[in-house]
């Protein structure tokens, strides 16, 4: 059974850093590009960042480049989202979702069920 | 950025009904579209990706459609577990963009 497990979520002040973690396990997870996907409250989805299966190319939106950083480490079947300089509209759930095993980065299948971030003074 | 519009943002229908949602695209995608659904405080569930193609487990009720600009999500006969938030997405280019949401409510 395929399984995606967030963590790391939590209360910081605005301009703190967080980690989040995604912990995958029923599948090689070193053959699936992965992404984290976000939700404000009350608010739609929305994109944040992927990286390649073999962490050779990353992506992201706009709105986090320069302070939120994917990375994976195959060996322990985990994802990680590095946040740093947080502001007030980081706030949200934030999804681990597995995307493609082929070159481009294809749909997600399969999905966390997310961790809260709240960035709050 | 490739906008994704859909419309309408919410809808009421009943059991039984049939129910479409448009999503339109800024420009062309190819068929690079996936559906999601998700219900409230829930992860969203994968429906349909390359615009048509059911995901495992999906049932046969619900349908996909279109390529390029415009596509549509139909499910015939809606049933009490339908009821949610429907999201349309591209992974044509980056940045990877999802529509507003339908939610779709029982009259």
């Known amino acids: 059974e395929v399984q995606l497990v967030e963590s790391g979520g939590g209360l910081v002040q605005p301009g703190g850093s967080l980690t989040l973690s995604c912990a995958v396990s029923?599948?090689?997870?070193?053959?699936?590009?992965m992404s984290w996907v976000r939700q404000a409250p009350g608010k739609g989805l929305e994109w944040v960042a992927n990286?390649?299966?073999?962490?050779?190319?990353?992506h992201y939106v706009d709105s986090v480049k320069g302070r939120f950083t994917i990375s994976r480490d195959n060996a322990k079947n985990s994802l990680y989202l590095q946040m740093i300089s947080l502001r007030a509209e980081d706030t949200a759930v934030y999804y681990c979702?597995?995307?493609?095993?082929?070159?481009?980065?294809?749909?997600?299948?399969?999905w966390g069920q997310g961790t809260l971030v709240t960035v709050s003074s | 950025d490739i906008q994704m519009t859909q419309s309408p943002s919410s809808l009421s229908a009943s059991v039984g009904d049939r129910v479409t949602i448009t999503c339109r695209a800024s420009?062309?995608?190819?068929?690079?579209l996936a559906w999601f659904q998700q219900k409230p405080g829930k992860a969203p569930k994968s429906l349909i990706y390359v615009a048509s193609s059911l995901q495992s487990g999906v049932p046969s009720r619900f349908s996909g459609s279109g390529s390029g600009t415009d596509f549509t999500l139909t499910i015939i006969s809606l049933q009490p577990e339908d009821f949610a938030t429907y999201y349309c997405q591209q992974y044509y280019s980056y940045p990877l963009t999802f529509g507003g949401g339908t939610r779709v409510e029982i009259e």
């Open positions: 420009q062309g995608i190819s068929k690079y």
């Open positions: 990286i390649k299966q073999d962490g050779s190319e990353k």
């Open positions: 979702a597995r995307g493609s095993s082929a070159r481009n980065v294809g749909p997600f299948d399969y």
């Open positions: 029923g599948f090689t997870f070193s053959n699936y590009w």
